[in-house]
């Protein structure tokens, strides 16, 4: 639960006649995560195999396939569906191809042009747009906007740039002629010699005249080229409405055909590309990857029944793989897996590292608790969490995921309403088993900061422990997060806290020590580290240099220390401002409604809708700020390589 499960490398030596049949089981159990052999190649003439390079080829075959293929269950509306259980056996390109073809035919020939004609009903719609402002004329288009003997515009402009356009034409002849005016806007029709024609399309788009855009094949009054592209769109709508007519019975015809062919074609993608990464012998494959320690056997004992001529090599982590080319897989039983996702923000915890998503399971909701205690707005925070994990919204379903979190963060909200007495923002109702914090604002701080230091501490001991781990004996004695480091921190707060209080529980002159020599260390901790992994050389550049910036970056280390700690000061500032944010939407709602009508209860309920909203998000975001900057920050480093195993697609749709 505390660490990635054990991996184990893993080589299989396998008969060419038996690569196809291997993959396939390796996909089945779905716990074999593979590493690329392609570079492995045989010297000798390709045999009767397949080669890698003709698996890639076959891998984007199928690849372009599916792509074809979800074109048309887009088209007929046709879901993906699940993958029969006997759609993992890897099939033949060719063997598809002309059933896809032969569905992509029929589906363009009934739905060919019925994109054009979409195109075509927006643009008639924006002719009627156009007319619609001078349909009340009754005069025929063609003569207003081609005279035989003069140039004309006819067209739409604002009412206010009407001034502005017959004061830019004063120096020619010219007819400004206004059919209509509605909604500050004017439709004219502006008329003048053929030889001032420039100077008059210059001065109309000036002044912001824009032109009637109707093909000239539109002949009549205004309303008669209206009532003609009505016609003509009821026409193409019936049109469309017979094509849906089709769609439909084609949808019924071919859904489950295609469904099959999508997921056959999936899974020929899913094999090739996994064969295309077997390494080739003279007569054999190999294949290498990685699985989980404790699962070895049961794959061992599959691989036998497969083919009994299988050469099984297998190659423990070694401290050179850790961290790096390893890939993890985390342990998140139950209600913990919702939280792996605030981890893996952050990053991916390293083979060999703690995985810190128990931690943050036990820390999060209780920070955010703490700042946002109240039981009627935990409640309804919980509610809508479990909304989010419903997934009955489809618009909120990218959230499904955080639906667990903020349910679990709702409840400890609600906990935390009833010790400090608060329901929606009333301190009245209940009595606070604990304390109000806008009554006891020293003692809400004070023990925030005590938390702060509790989780500061913790993480100073798993970063301990993980260099332990990871055998990084230079960062476990002398890092800023080693023993040294927490020895400042822990010799620097007992000072504090024994000269605050007037009370020595251990000597001030041996913690000054301990934090004299810790803070030495931790100084010089580069070069320390370097010595004791045995690096050389010590100093890299001046020693001057390096003693300034060491001294700099001993300054930094002490302000850190003391930021981090002050940080935890916010969750005792927000559950204060929580209070008092509420009893503000009640002063407003007082002063608004004094009788408490209405007007009184909108506030309020608005009033709660904002803080649940608003005041959750950035409750939310501050709480996550603690867990990343401050504890995390002390343990934890991520870039860990994603435990992504090859899985039949079976296998996948059955979870």
């Not at 489809?394 to 955080?402: F, I, K, N, P, Q």
């Amino acid at each position: 639960m505390f660490f990635p499960e054990e991996m184990i490398e893993v080589e299989l030596i396998v008969p060419e006649e038996n690569a196809v049949a291997v993959t396939n089981m390796l996909a089945e159990e779905g716990v074999f995560h593979q590493v690329d052999a392609g570079y492995v190649k045989s010297n000798e003439e390709a045999g009767p195999a397949v080669a890698a390079s003709d698996w890639q080829q076959r891998a984007s075959a199928f690849a372009a396939l599916e792509r074809r293929l979800l074109t048309i269950m887009d088209v007929l509306g046709v879901e993906e569906g699940v993958p029969l259980p006997d759609s993992d056996a890897i099939t033949d390109v060719e063997a598809v191809r002309p059933d896809v073809e032969r569905l992509e035919k029929q589906v363009q020939d009934v739905t060919g042009d019925l994109e054009a004609e979409q195109k075509r009903r927006e643009q008639l719609q924006s002719y009627i747009q156009q007319l619609e402002p001078i349909k009340q004329v009754e005069v025929p288009v063609n003569l207003l906007r081609h005279p035989s003997y003069v140039f004309s515009v006819l067209g739409i402009i604002p009412e206010d740039h009407l001034t502005r356009l017959e004061t830019s034409l004063t120096h020619i002849p010219f007819v400004l002629v206004t059919l209509l005016k509605d909604n500050r806007r004017a439709v004219v029709v502006l008329a003048g010699m053929q030889q001032h024609a420039d100077i008059l399309d210059r001065a109309a788009r000036s002044a912001y005249l824009n032109p009637l855009n109707l093909p000239d094949e539109y002949q009549g009054t205004p309303q008669q080229i209206i009532d003609a592209l009505q016609a003509e769109i009821a026409q193409m709508h019936q049109h469309a409405v017979e094509r849906e007519g089709a769609i439909s019975e084609l949808r019924k015809q071919h859904q489950e055909q295609l469904q099959t062919l999508l997921w056959r074609v999936r899974t020929g993608r899913l094999l090739s590309d996994a064969l295309a990464r077997v390494g080739r012998l003279r007569y054999t494959c190999l294949i290498v990857g990685w699985v989980p320690t404790a699962r070895l056997d049961a794959l061992t004992q599959q691989l036998k029944q497969v083919t009994d001529d299988v050469l099984i090599e297998t190659t423990p982590v070694s401290r050179s793989h850790a961290g790096q080319d390893v890939p993890v897989a985390l342990k998140s039983p139950g209600i913990l897996g919702a939280f792996r996702v605030l981890v893996t923000i952050y990053g991916r915890p390293r083979y060999e590292e703690i995985d810190p998503t128990i931690f943050i399971a036990v820390t999060f909701p209780l920070l955010f608790g703490a700042m946002f205690g109240d039981v009627g707005h935990g409640l309804l925070l919980a509610l809508l969490g479990g909304l989010l994990a419903s997934r009955k919204v489809r618009a909120l379903r990218g959230l499904a995921e955080l639906g667990p979190i903020i349910i679990i963060c709702g409840l400890v909200a609600a906990v935390f309403g009833l010790l400090y007495g608060s329901v929606f923002g009333v301190e009245g109702i209940l009595p606070a088993l604990w304390f109000r914090p806008l009554d006891n604002i020293m003692s809400i701080l004070t023990t925030t900061i005590g938390a702060g230091v509790v989780l500061l501490s913790l993480g100073f001991i798993l970063g301990i422990i993980n260099a332990c781990v990871a055998r990084d004996w230079g960062a476990l004695i002398v890092g800023h997060n080693g023993i040294a480091g927490a020895t400042l921190y822990w010799s620097l707060l007992g000072i504090a806290v024994q000269l605050i209080l007037g009370k020595q529980v251990v000597p001030i002159p041996v913690l000054i020590v301990l934090a004299a020599l810790a803070g030495v260390a931790v100084m010089f901790s580069e070069v320390l580290q370097r010595l004791i992994d045995g690096h050389r050389p010590l100093i890299e550049g001046g020693v001057v240099t390096y003693v300034v910036q060491a001294v700099f970056e001993m300054a930094d280390t002490l302000i850190s220390i003391l930021s981090n700690t002050l940080s935890y000061v916010r969750v005792g500032a927000f559950a204060v401002a929580h209070a008092g944010l509420s009893a503000v939407f009640f002063i407003l709602a007082e002063m608004i409604s004094p009788a408490h009508g209405v007007g009184y209860w909108i506030v309020v309920v608005l009033g709660n809708v904002f803080i649940i909203g608003f005041e959750g998000l950035i409750v939310g975001i501050q709480t996550l700020r603690l867990e990343y900057y401050e504890f995390f920050s002390k343990f934890f480093k991520g870039g860990g390589l994603q435990y992504a195993p090859l899985v039949s697609l079976s296998k996948r749709g059955s979870k």
